[in-house]
């Protein structure tokens, strides 16, 4: 009993007796095991000794009385003695520990050393994978194992039970594919162990299983091109995040979760990675014997010649982060090989070829970065920039920029840019971050790319597969070890919840009889991490403090942890600390720990990686922002933005991603794969016990082990076993499901040594399952061969059932065809014979038919010859009457006078005889009168109607006339349409596309015609009204908006809301008149009728009618364009209610004429008759023709929904605001019922609805809308109180800000009627205008505050200012209004959706495009609105741009309007530089007139390629790329463009353009000027620029420069066209204005230089500006031969600096210096030399000075004499003395000391004839040498410490020389101070005309205007003294 209770301890039993057949049986036989040791007397038999490392395998030697020797495996010999032999010393070894066993769960002894020994056994047979149930142990051999991986081995394990075979990977993962099926749930696999366990290799092999697997579920031909994709992901992945450390040659220094999905069919449909902790730190140093990421060796070794020669490639020991650790080849590892994989899994992936380069460009630009150096010298310095050159070529970064960020520091202190320079090591943190940078996201963008390239659709489950870094415990451990080992206790912890806790809390619960086992517990290690106050924790918390430190963590960490068992303190005091990990005890250095886990990346360094020419840098840190973007917007420094987020820390983010890995697999059901390195020298064959052991302890293989031995890995539900093995127990009868599940596993297992009933489940080992799994497959092969016979016994009747019809069927036809063919036979005769007797009558009626057509024609050419006779005979009759006509009236007229004549003769004689026959003659006259009135009577009334009948006779010729000539023209317009129809049905085709064009015409038509509407409704809102009164608000009611078009913003709610007849009347003593009424953008419009007409108006028509004066008579008509399509015209505008005169149907419209004999005419042509009308004005005329236009191919549903939205408020009666409405009541009355009224402000409106209905209806639409806050659904107010909206009249406010609007009231009850509202979205935006005191005005109201702060709100329709009361509660409003703007979406134009829709594309098809999304193409249509959503409001221009602008969305409707009438002007360079100054000033506009240029050039007919216009367009486009860089989605967009134009049109002027573009878009660089005239011209001709570059001597060169040439590069040419050495003398480009010089900077653009000098020309500056050319840095100044070029230059030079003062001498020398000057100059003296200059010889300050001294001499004396002689002296002697003040005595004075200066130089000039110029030259050099400060460049300054240093506020000269700083009293010749450039600390400008100087720690400060210059200089000597230290 001892023995056994001692034994039940031994092996973890407890005490608690269970009298179970199972644990007797165990006792039994661990009983007979003891008594068994004392039996081990034979040689040879295998046993277990206990030694001081615990068991050992061992071997009998020899057996005694007294002992028993034994010889260990590990080569030890032990005795043991017989007294002291028991079960704690020796045991005889169990046959499954001798024989070696597959799972190690059935291991006879259960102690580690048996596990260890199992798996060494099973090594030394290359037999590397073990089970322990379900797990799997993998040991790496360290080499390939024949037949181990193929795919015959791959195809055994498929549709295998586990267990059934060897273990092997590939068992594991048939079986997860298996369970995702069986348990319908997901998979995951998590392979585990230290680093160079295998784990990546395990990881591939389950996924090349998968893989396999996925491609045999696949039926018929797949496209496995995922799969592919899976499997080429790894060289990829191992490429660029593995790399060799000590422990193994192919580290994973990431993590990776793997998860490949599957569709129910069984294969992979996608799949996603997902990374974890790049080791970023090894980029740039590595530890001693490790290597950088394979990648990079694998591109210097692999790398062809060409790309060797464009990336600028060496060896690796060339490389500074490749060489440092002393490793940079490794003989396992072939990295050519790696390289042609990478290569090819990147085509898999289907990386285009200029993406793969531009990674390899990343990745040769990380290497060169690595090899830039710094040198301190006033800061941190370059020391080699052609490093840093060709860095920023492979990034196609700005040089000098890039280089500048390297080495200093820009901040923003009080919105002004500040830079700091930085010390070394700083700089080279600044390098390393940047290197880290563009690795960091170069490798996330790949793994986008290859998420991109595995993204699939549904997914039915998944498979996730995590190969994360091993527990790794270095020398020195790192921030990156910590997080390591982070993840794997992690992991760890994940492990025992799933084999410990979780199943033995399972077994607990259900009732299991079961003894617990003991098992390591890390929760308490992750405590000390992660929980609050742990070491986590504590590591933000000192990242997040400005002032916090590696050694204040340590402090930190110590004070709160040393007493945590689980965290080690140093015992001595070095910088790290400790943890307890469940592998082992690990240090950690804090060195560094707190920078590491900051990520700190200064802004300055993103921003100029953002700002790379390449689109794939800017990819790589796009979705990076820089820190100083929050709160930009608000356009105040002190509007910060509220609630800011701050950066999460690096172990944050892994601590988070960390835990959403544990979430995820928490939804998985776990595999396990536990990998065991065997050595740690990484050698094949070679197993080292303690390394092995050590992995099994810490991992729990030992607690794994008997757990698996002694639990029940597999349970399941009742109900589901038995519906999982139905099959099994079909036989049994019916009872509840627990019962059925008993019987069953009696019958397999009766003695349930492998099974245990729990309460709802049933437990069993995994055995018994592979055993139930078997059985069961075998009854459902069965069952499966009864139902597969049935099947194929139907199968094969139902086949031979087809065959037997088929042949039936196969009889009748060949029946049929037999007997059809008889028939046929007999048809075909008959048709033969039919065929010849129907030509015979065919031909015999042809003739007919041809002799009849010929009659036809003869007998219509004979009637129409018969009517042209009958016609011209008609007209000769006509003209014939007409003659006969004429002579009858005038043979009338003539008979007429003659019987009048003779009639007075008659009369005269009548009267003679009446005088004589007084009585008779006078009745016989009066007879005669009479009766001769009546015949004359008579004979007229015959002759009227005589010329009535033939008028009517004429008249009914002519018409008939008409009449037959229109027969005539009918019958030829019938033949013609005749003709035409038989073309139709070919252009059917033709005709549907052009349909479909003209439908997207239309519907840009519309858009367009809807924007007009709006432009027209705020027109009418501006104007006044019936309803608008003084108190008037600007603002109208906010509308929901969204874009549509070209960037127009359609208003939906603009749509009429109501309409219809009302009866209106203005008062009670008005009667009521019917209107009809409409609502339309928030305006209330009546009109006297309904408005029917699409267009109406006066206009000019021409009289039609055969007559004359009809045709030449022009009548005014009102002319009415009707919805039906109907164009009417009447002689009234009342039009209702009068019929027209005549209706022009659009239908019979043929033509419309543009043009005519009079001024503003057009014609409308009809099949009937041309209609010829005037206009007023030509703008009149086009609105008709484009209005006519446009409804002639517009649908009639189209017009009515145009007729809908388009009123004309020209033509209402009134109209009323809806803003200016107070209330609107019902009125019912007896006498009106159904009647309202509206009341405003001014007055009141009585309406009367045709119903009860339509009454509420109109009450409901045009009543004001209310807003009220704080109740519960309605809309809440975001920010709300009293502000004044400033206007013409001041005006008190009560605001109220809500989520997308700012509404605001007359009073605090917000439940009365909006005064007005603002809709805000995100293109609003709020700036402060200004802190000021109104002063206290009489205002309406409450109007009376002052306001302190006022700020402006840009809105969509309007700007208003608005006033606080303070400052602070102004602020307020603005950050609570910009964060509304802030959070509204974004909004995008069609024309923005469109272009990132072809961006994202890669390869459009552009003639697609462009017919479907004619909004990209060139139009010659004014645009209503930008392309772009740009913001509104004015921009805000700097004090030095003195233009007026407009809004954005103006400027751009202006941009485009003024390329539209480019080709109509004669000189179009004044317009292309307006264009190019407003986007020099406007810079959100430049992307919209890119955008415009684009537009205006794309969609070209072949034959307007080299139009003049789209010309005009390509040269404004070249323009704006030599000028301006657009955004990066338009430059990609532009780009594709110009590609698309390149490789269409080769060989056009147009491809010319868009060569220059894209040369012009790799070098644009930001300009400080807009372009130039010359620049412009020079663009436009696509040639270079040329100017003049001149030096002293009078010389001058042309050069030729472009629109991004530098400084630097003149000079560089400059200097090798001149054969100057570059070692010599520094030179340098300066402008000179005539006075005086100022250097140019190398990074400066000669074209900005140029723009400047143009920009002083035009203001009125008459100095001319020039370019020179001459020494900036004087370095080599001694040794130069004087006969050199460059020793011309310096005697120049130096004359020049003598002449300007800048030399300290007597008066003496200068007069000598100056004969020299002129002997070189003119030679020797000749009489009657007359100097003309002198000032180019002897400094003009002297001359001042002397002639001011003379001048304070006299006034001295005069003062002098005055005083001594007061009231002596004469008032005469006095006025005698002249005024030294006068300007004539000032000149006198002057003249007089040049003529004694000229006559001193022309005395010393004689006495040095002979001389040589070379002499002269020689001698003046020397003199100057004589000075210390020869070669110094001399800046008047003054000091302005009060140190006493230098005396304040004197002047002085501050000299800048190649070897030090000076300080000279001005004038001296001897320094006051000279400072080693070593000693400057640094050096800048702290504020506006002060210079800085730091020199050992002590501070000058100066004031001069010369800053720049002094800075650029100090900075220049600077670098060359870096180079020099180089070169030494």
Known sequence: QTRACHVNNRYGFTSDLHTTAQKLAKVKDSYHRIMSSSLLTQPGQRAWVFTSSGWIPATVVNATASEVSFSSDYGQTLSVPRASMSPEVVMPMHHTSIDTVEDMSQLGDLHEAAILYNIQQRYGQDKIYTYIGSILSAVNPYKPIQSVYGLDVMEGYMKKQLGDLSPHIYAIANEVYDSMWRQREKQCVLISGESGAGKTESAKFIISYLSAMSQRSSIGAVDFSVEEAILQSSPILEAFGNAKTIYNNNSSRFGKYIQLNFVEQGQINGGIIIDYLLEKNRVVRQNPGERNYHIFYALLIGASEEERTRLNLFSADQYHYLSQSGCVADPNINDVQDFINVKHAFEVMHLAIDQIQDVLSVLAGILHLGNVSFVQAGGA???????????????????????????????????????????????????????????????????????????????????????????????????????????????????????????????????????????????????????????????????????????????????????????????????????????????????????????????????????????????????????????????????????????????????????????????????????????????????????????????????????????????????????????????????????????????????????????????????????????????????????????????????????????????????????????????????????????????????????????????????????????????????????????????????????????????????????????????????????????????????????????????????????????????????????????????????????????????????EEETEVEAKSAARQSRTSIGSYDDMEEETRSRKGTFSGEGQLLNLEDEPSIEGFVLMKGSNRDSWKQRWAIINNDTFLFFKNKQDALKQGWLRKKGGGTGTIGRRNWKDRFFVLKQDKSLCYYATSDYHSNKPQKTIELSQVINLIDGGSKEHAFGIETTDRTYYITASSSEEKREWLETLRVVRTMSAEKIKRIMEREVDPRNALGSIDLDNIDQVVAADQVKSPNAFVIITPNRV???????????????????????????????????SGWLIKEGKVRRKRYFVLTENALNYYKSEDTRQALAGSIHLNCLCSVVAQQIKEHEPQSLTGDDTEQGAFTFKLNSRKHSIELTARTEDLGIKWMNAIQEVIDNCPPIQTITERLVLHIIKSRKPNWTTIYKSQPVLTHTKTPIKAPLLALPYGKPELSLTKSLEYGSLHQEAVKVFNALLRLDAVGNPIPAVQGILQTCYDLEDLRGEVFCQLIKQTAGIKDEDVDNDVILRAWQILGCMCCTFSPERAIMRYLKMHIKRVIDQYPNSEMAKFANFCDANLLRTRNRDYPPSKDEVIACLGRRDIFTNVYCFGGGECKINVNSSTTAGTVVQKLTLGLGISSKSNRFALFEWNGEKYKVVDERALIADILAKFEKYQLSGNLVHYQLFYKIFCFINIYNLLTESLEAAFLFEQMCDQVVSGFFPTDNATLLKLASLRIQYLEGDYEPGAVIQDVTKLYPPSKIKEEAESQKEFLSTLLRNTTNKGKGTVSKKLLSKVPDLSTTEHIERTLTSKLQEVKGAITEQWKQIQGTSAEEAQEEYMKTLQLWSGYGTTMFNVTYLLSDRRYPQKVPLWLGVGHKNLSVFLRGDREPQEAFSYENIQSFGTPYTNKYKVVVDGDTLLFETEQVADIARLMKAYVSLIVKEKNLH
């Open 381 to 1007: 310095q370059v020391a080699d920039k052609a490093v840093v050159e060709c860095v920023a070529n492979l990034l196609k970064l700005d040089t000098y920029q890039f280089a500048d960020s390297l080495t200093q520091r820009y901040m923003v202190l009080r919105g002004e840019q500040i830079t700091t320079p930085l010390t070394v090591e700083q700089a080279v943190d600044s390098r390393d971050s940047v290197a880290m940078a563009l690795y960091a996201n170069c490798f996330k963008w790949i793994l986008q790319t290859i998420n991109v390239r595995l993204r699939g659709g549904e997914k039915f489950s998944s498979v996730g597969i995590l190969d994360i870094f091993g527990f790794e415990n270095f020398k020195v451990n790192r921030f990156e070890q910590f997080n390591i080992n982070f993840a794997n206790e992690k992991l760890q912890e994940y492990f025992n919840k799933h084999i410990f806790s979780l199943e033995q809390h399972e077994y607990s619960k259900e009732g299991i009889n079961w003894a617990d086992i003991d098992w390591i517990d890390n929760s308490e290690c992750l405590d000390l991490i992660e929980k609050k106050l742990g070491v986590l924790s504590l590591l933000d918390e000192e990242s997040r403090f400005p002032k916090g430190t590696d050694h204040t963590l340590l402090d930190k960490l110590h004070k709160a942890h040393e007493r945590n068992p689980f965290y080690l303190k140093p015992k001595v005091n070095h910088p790290k600390f400790g943890i307890r990990h469940y592998a082992g005890e690990v240090f950690y250095d804090v060195i560094g720990l707190l920078e590491k886990n900051r990520d700190t990346f200064r802004d300055d360094m993103l921003k100029v990686l953002k700002e790379s020419r390449s689109d794939f840098i800017y990819d790589l840190f796009e979705h990076m922002s820089l820190s100083t973007d929050q709160g930009q917007n608000t356009g105040f420094s002190r509007a910060q933005k509220k609630g800011a987020k701050k950066k999460a820390t690096v172990s944050s983010q892994f601590k988070d991603s960390l835990h959403s890995l544990m979430t995820t697999l928490g939804q998985c059901n776990p595999y396990f794969v536990r990998c065991i390195k065997p050595n740690m020298e990484k050698v094949p064959n070679h197993f080292a016990p303690d390394v092995v052991m050590n992995q099994l302890k810490y991992s729990g293989m030992m607690e794994t082990v008997r757990i698996r031995r002694a639990g029940y890995p597999v349970r399941r539900l009742y109900d589901d076993f038995v519906f999982r093995y139905n099959v099994l127990i079909r036989h049994l009868p019916d009872n509840p499901s627990n019962i059925m599940c008993q019987q069953a596993l009696q019958k397999y297992d009766p003695q349930r040594k492998d099974w245990q009933m729990g309460h709802n489940k049933i437990f069993m080992r995994e055995n018994l399952e592979r055993l139930l799994e078997r059985e069961r497959d075998n009854e459902l092969k069965a069952v499966c061969r009864v139902i597969y016979n049935v099947v194929i016994t139907f199968i094969m009747r139902r086949r031979y059932l087809k065959i037997r019809q088929k042949i039936i069927f196969v009889q009748k036809y060949v029946k049929a065809y037999l007997t059809r063919k008889h028939y046929l036979m007999t048809v075909r005769a008959v048709i033969i014979l039919q065929k010849y007797e129907r030509a015979r009558q065919a031909r015999k009626l042809y003739a007919e038919l041809l002799e009849q057509k010929r009659i036809e024609e003869e007998r219509r050419r004979e009637e129409e010859r018969r009517r042209e006779e009958e016609r011209k005979r008609e007209l000769e009759r006509l003209e014939r009457e007409k003659k006969e006509q004429e002579l009858e009236e005038m043979k009338r007229r003539l008979e007429e006078e003659e019987r009048q004549r003779r009639q007075a003769e008659e009369a005269r004689i009548k009267a003679e005889e009446e005088e004589r026959l007084a009585a008779l003659a006078k009745a016989k006259e009066l007879e005669g009168q009479i009766q001769r009135e009546r015949d004359e009577e008579l004979r007229r009334k015959q002759e009227v109607e005589r010329q009535r009948e033939e008028e009517r006779l004429r008249q009914a010729e002519a018409v008939r006339i008409d009449r037959e000539l229109q027969e005539a023209e009918e019958i030829a317009r019938k033949e013609a349409e005749a003709e035409a129809a038989a073309l139709t049905e070919i252009l059917n085709l033709d005709h549907a596309l052009q349909e479909a064009e003209d439908e997207v015409v239309e519907i840009d038509e519309f858009m």
């Open 1245 to 1279: 409106f009585n309406l009367q609805a045709v119903s009860p209905f339509e009454m509420h209806r109109w009450i409901g639409a045009l009543s004001p809308k209310k807003i009220t806050i704080g109740d519960e659904g309605e809309i809440r107010a975001l920010e």
